[in-house]
Structure formats: C-alpha cells, structure tokens
C-alpha cells in the first residue's frame, strides 16, 4: 500500500551486526573496538547450569573479563539491575556483554544507565530521558525472537507492584550484536517456537503500526518470510544452523522494525498477561496474535494481503476486508503446526483475572501505536475472551 506523499518518520538503527557461526567467539575484538577494557558477562544462572555459553564467553574474553552477573530473572526486574549495576562498578567493568534472551539484554541496558548515570533505574524510567550514551553493551542472543539486540526498548518489570515497566531511549541500543546460531543451538524446541512467535508479532505489528514506514516494512516483511521457512525446521531441529541463523536475523530484522515503528494490541495485552501470571511474552503473544488480528482485521486488510503474501499465499481474490480473518486462521494453524498452544487458558490464565489484565493492558505503551483505538477496558476484555 503506497504511503502518503507527506509521510514524515525516523528510521534509527545504529546497532552493529556481526552475524556468523562461532562469531560469538570473536567477542573479544568487539571490546577492543569499543576501546573497552573490562567486560561484565550479564546472563542467567539457567544459562550457566545447563549450558556452557556464558563460560565460553568467559575464556574467550580472557583478561578482558570483569566477572559474571547471573542474577538475572526470567522477567528482568528493577532490583536486579540496581543490584547488577553495583556489581559491576564494584568490579571496574566499563562494558557490558549480554549472554541470553530478551531478560538479559534488557537487564543489562538497565544497568548501562545505572552504571554510567548513578542511581537508581527507577530514576530513568520513561521516553528519552537520557542525553548521553551509556555504558557499552555488547549483546550475545541465546534465542531468536525478542529483538531486543536491535531495540532502544527494555521491558524492566517492578515484582512489587507487578506491572511491566517501559524504558524507551536511543542512549540504550546496545552498541553491537553478535548473532551466532551455535549460540541458540541448545534452546528447547518449546521456546524456539514462543520465542520465533515473538518476533513474528514484532514484524506484524510493526506493519499496521500507526507509526509503520517504508524501511520497517521492508524489514518487517522480509523478517515474516524467513520466519515462515526456518522457524519450523529450527523447532523441528535445533541443530540446524541454517535454520538457526535465518531465525536469528529474521528477530533482528524484525526487531528493528518495531523498534522504529512499534507494535501494538498484542504487545499492550501479552505485557498484561506476563505481568499479572507470568505467562512467557512469546507463547502469550503467540496465542493473543489471531484474536487481535480478527479485531483489527477493519482497519489493517491491505497491510494483512501484504502479510499473507510473505507468508507465500495467493492473495488474488482475496478482499482486503476478509484478509485479517484469513490471515488469523492461518497464523493460528502456523502455531498449532510448531505444537504451541492456543488458548490463554491453556497456560494458566484464568478466566477471572482477565478484567483485571484488560485494565492495566489500557495503559500499556504500546496500545497507542494499534491501528485501531482502544479506549474501553471492554475492548480489550473481548479480545482477551476470545482467546482464552
Ligand atoms: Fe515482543
């Protein structure tokens, strides 16, 4: 669909990518190159148990390495990146390098503000609040779908009053990515699916945003094509490189799509949903997606015939008033087909609690950005059934 002759934006992408097998193992330049002295590893005590990734990080930094920050949660949290920042000041470190999934490059962009600036993260929270670059991030993905390498986002949960926390500011985009598929190689079946539907919701999203432009189409689009051939085979087996990579770029292409252009319903609803029952934010964006494509279906059929087409479907014939339907039913047999589940019930989410998700949902960051407006908690409620 052509744009408006007076269309105006911003596409900001700074993010160096190195991508390769065993690139990771060349991390040790990308500090140097940051004339970087010592690098804090930022990663996941399940990381250091049941894989060996961080502790390759760690040999192959050698001398350059300040130590290891494990701390991090599953939903990264406010007090873990206070705590992280102490410690690596504590320790000298002047970069930091993420080993992990969307927790642990999130936490560490938190800390890069609280080891440069002082204080406390709650002290930076909100949009653009930071006027200098922070402390440099190194990233290492250990799956392929949050994007969160090519993001000036992180998503910082506050456990004690349980919502989701948006931080959005150019000063954290980490500095590089090293998108190595050995890295991703042992991720279980189950999270290459949630966290692949992860990504595919960034492209969606991305795509109808009200704030969508050309060049995050362009990556959105081609991020959905290569999600739709390697996100299978990639669940299917893990050992495949190829497979392994394409899925690893098609999340970095897809996450700076969003990045530039932002997402929408299914984001605002899945923080809700991860924020209140902790549901995983992949597998919850991955059972909301075809429920939110119904409600929006009015608003978006021309951006959902492009989507079909990605996903390598005729669309001659097809209406753009009927499209988001047709594309919900096949997203919906994509997900069924890589063996993730499909209600909210599933995964558990009970009935009762959706009001109260629906509500907190309304002032999500990213409900402004969905190309239908949402002002009733009622709205929301109805998508919510609909997927449970
Ligand atoms: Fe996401």
Redesign the pocket.
């Known amino acids: 669909m052509p744009y408006d002759a007076q269309l105006n934006f911003i596409f900001w992408s700074p993010t160096k990518v190195v991508f390769g097998e065993n690139t990771a193992l060349d991390v040790a330049i990308e500090v140097e190159n940051l004339k970087c002295k010592k690098a804090l590893i930022v990663t996941d005590k399940e990381l250091i148990l049941s894989t060996d990734l961080p502790d390759r990080i760690r040999k192959t930094l050698g001398n350059l390495c300040a130590g290891i920050f494990s701390d991090v949660e599953p939903d990264s949290g406010i007090h873990i990146v206070n705590q992280g920042a102490k410690f690596g000041v504590a320790r000298g470190a002047d970069c930091l390098v993420s080993v992990g999934g ?1 927790s642990a490059i999130d936490t560490a962009k938190g800390m890069a503000v609280v080891m440069k600036e002082g204080g406390r993260l709650q002290d930076y929270a909100g949009f653009q609040v930071l006027t200098r670059p922070q402390t440099p991030h190194i990233t290492i993905p250990t799956t392929a ?3 969160s390498e090519a993001t000036y986002i992180a ?1 910082i949960k506050d456990h004690q009053k349980g919502r989701k926390l948006l931080f959005g500011d150019y000063n954290i985009l980490p500095n590089v990515a090293i998108l190595d598929p050995r890295m991703t190689e042992g991720l279980p079946s189950r999270l290459t699916a949630a966290t692949g539907m ?2 595919m ?2 492209a969606i999203e991305a795509l109808y945003s009200l704030q969508r432009e050309p060049i995050a189409d362009g990556l959105a689009l081609h991020a959905i094509r290569l999600i739709k051939e390697f996100l299978p085979t990639a669940v299917e087996n893990g050992q495949d490189m190829t497979a392994r990579g394409q899925m690893l770029l098609a999340a970095n292409m897809a996450g700076s799509a ?1 990045s530039n252009a932002q ?1 929408g319903l ?2 605002a609803l ?1 923080h809700s949903v991860g924020a209140v029952f902790g549901v995983h ?2 597998l919850a ?1 991955s059972i909301l997606l075809p429920a939110c494509l119904r409600y929006n279906a009015d608003a978006c059929g021309d951006v959902c015939l492009n989507i079909l087409s990605a996903l390598g479907m005729g669309t001659g014939g097809i209406q753009a008033g009927e499209a988001g339907e047709i594309l919900a039913d096949k997203i919906a047999e994509f997900t069924k087909k890589l063996g993730l589940p499909q209600r909210l019930r599933d995964v558990g989410v009970p009935e009762a609690g959706l009001q109260e998700c629906s509500e907190l949902a309304l002032s999500d960051g990213a409900i402004v950005y969905n190309p239908k407006f949402i002002s009733e908690s009622a709205e929301a409620l109805k998508v919510y059934q609909e997927a449970w």
């Open positions: 969307g779908g949050t994007g998503v992860d990504a919701c960034h969003f997402v299914v984001h899945a934010h992949g964006n």
